[in-house]
């Protein structure tokens, strides 16, 4: 059987060659993946299924030299196809072949094959290159973060074109072996598990896999000393942590929230199901930065969100993204309520667990806290928009979302959906409408009213997200005033959860990124 399979594709092959396309058919890939939000971020023609990035970096100069293996599959006939990168590149190789390329653009990599691409073939493209990453600005900035003793790679939703070349959209996820040479004394950490370290004249080696899919802007990379902590969760889970050695008056504080990875991913599952990945912590570097960001399985945070103390509010946020965002990512930017109503939505849940304020709580006291004159309203967190796509709106509207998802439905239902849509779309993408037909097919109710209301709406609703056969709700029905506090007088607003602070202090999750 074996033979004649092989004899089959033999003579297949032998037909195609006989027969070649005209050069007519093949066209240059699109230069970008059409998101209305950042148009030409990513890249048509193509899809990726692997990176292998090896990388030398110099601490001391921030010279940072690579070269990346792409495994791909063109979606078309290709003459030329671009990547999205913005260091010196020195050689593309495309089948084993020397490439022509060119640079186009604040980010695109134009490559143009010896030979070109059939729709459906498989292409093996090697690109080397060197630059100083933190002294190259796209769109008037950087994503990588120089450090007192190395850099970092975290942003969103831009951070690959600093040190790999990729299709840089999330819609498009791939594996990753990420491999790092640095001097003696210096540590490199990637996403997903070590595999190995090796030292030689003074130089060491250090190799990470993610092997499930994972989008461009959920990798990072950190260069640099840390006191590195290992463990295992509770259900064999490992936890490998990273913090600076120089995060002076922070450091404890960020220990003390970080170091609860494992109690908090464990507890969290039984929200969300099943953990999707092979491992799971953070790390925190010497930065003067103010966010924190769900980097696949390896979660960067800023030194700054734990000033005020330590922060499991912020640890739940982020390993939240891990199901909601980075596990089922979103297809296009306008979803991003996928990703951080969700989010914050887990912050509730955990304010809840502490005994700190309820979702319900919570979400009243959004709803309260915002006049309906309040600029706050008329971001749509189903469709912020680029310039606002990172707003509190869309995080504390978009958690009020899911409260009002949890009324509409009620718990069992709610709980159901929370936990079956990470299952069911595991590593795939998503979009709102998508959630959305989930939502009824499980719960059998239609929930495109309740989803416009919170979601699609430029206006506070009139109504808050009150539980239904509530006071509240009985009063809702008598059509209140826009903007009106349905069931509650104006003039008694609700009492400040005690967890709300610490759920502020991850406003600054996105905040400037760039």
């Known amino acids: 059987m074996r033979k004649r399979l092989i004899v089959s594709a033999a003579s297949a092959l032998s037909l195609f060659l006989a027969v070649p396309a005209s050069a007519s058919d093949f066209q240059p890939g699109a230069a970008g993946v059409g998101d209305p939000y950042y148009p030409s971020y990513g890249n048509g023609g193509y899809r990726v299924s692997h990176y292998d990035i090896r990388l030398k970096y110099q601490p001391a100069t921030d010279e940072l030299e690579g070269t990346t293996t792409i495994l791909a599959t063109a979606t078309q006939n290709l003459s030329r196809f671009n990547l999205d990168f913005a260091l010196n590149v020195s050689e593309v190789r495309v089948n084993g072949r020397p490439a022509a390329f060119a640079t186009s653009g604040e980010q695109e990599l134009e490559i143009t094959p010896a030979r070109p ?5 498989q292409a093996t493209v090697v690109v080397r290159y060197k630059g100083v990453p933190s002294t190259v600005k796209r769109y008037g900035f950087t994503s990588w973060h120089r450090t007192p003793d190395g850099g970092i790679a975290a942003n969103e939703p831009e951070a690959a074109w600093w040190w790999f070349p990729s299709n840089d959209h999330p819609s498009d996820k791939a594996t990753y072996d990420v491999s790092v040479l640095v001097p003696d004394g210096t540590q490199a950490i990637s996403n997903g598990v070590l595999t190995g370290t090796t030292s030689q ?39 490998y942590n990273a913090y600076s050695k120089d995060l002076g008056e922070n450091a404890d504080a960020a220990r003390a929230s970080v170091e609860r990875t494992g109690e908090l991913v464990d507890w969290l599952s039984g929200y969300f199901g099943e953990y ?4 799971v912590g953070g790390y925190v570097p010497n930065v003067p930065t103010g966010y924190a960001l769900e980097t696949q399985t390896r979660i960067f945070y800023s030194p700054r969100q734990f000033a005020k103390g330590s922060n499991t509010s912020v640890v739940v946020h982020e390993l939240a993204h891990q199901w909601y965002g980075d596990s089922v990512s979103l297809s296009r930017w306008s979803d991003i309520w996928l990703n951080e109503g969700f989010a914050r939505y887990a912050q509730f849940l955990w304010s809840e667990h502490e005994n700190e304020g309820t979702a319900q709580e919570l979400a009243d006291y959004v709803y309260a806290s915002h006049p309906a004159d309040d600029p706050f309203w008329k971001i749509k967190p189903g469709d912020p928009g680029p310039d606002d796509q990172f707003s509190g709106a869309v995080y504390e509207r978009g958690a009020v979302a899911v409260q ?23 590593y795939g993408n998503a979009t709102i409408a998508e959630f959305q037909a989930y939502a009824e097919k499980v719960s059998g109710k239609k929930l495109g009213d309740v989803l416009n209301t919170w979601l699609f709406t430029p206006s506070k609703p009139a109504v808050g ?42 406003n600054s999750v996105h905040e400037a990124h760039s």
Do not use: H
Request: a positive charge; charged letters at 20%.
């Open 201 to 239: 004249a003074g130089w060491t080696r250090y190799s990470w896999r993610e092997n499930k899919p994972q989008a461009t802007y959920l990798a990072t990379l950190a260069i640099g000393k840390f006191d590195v902590t290992r463990d295992t969760t509770a259900s064999g889970l490992p936890v």
């Open 404 to 426: 009002a998802l949890r009324n509409a439905v009620g718990d069992e239902k709610f709980f159901q959906i929370l936990k079956g849509w990470p299952t069911e779309r595991r």
């Open 117 to 121: 691409l059939a729709k459906g073939a």
């Open 465 to 506: 997200p009150v539980p239904p056969g509530t006071a509240a709700a009985a009063s809702a029905s008598a059509s209140p005033a826009p903007g009106a506090d349905a069931g509650r007088d104006a003039g008694q607003p609700p009492a400040e959860p005690k967890s709300w602070k610490k759920i502020q202090e991850t």
């Open 276 to 279: 999707p990945f092979s491992s």
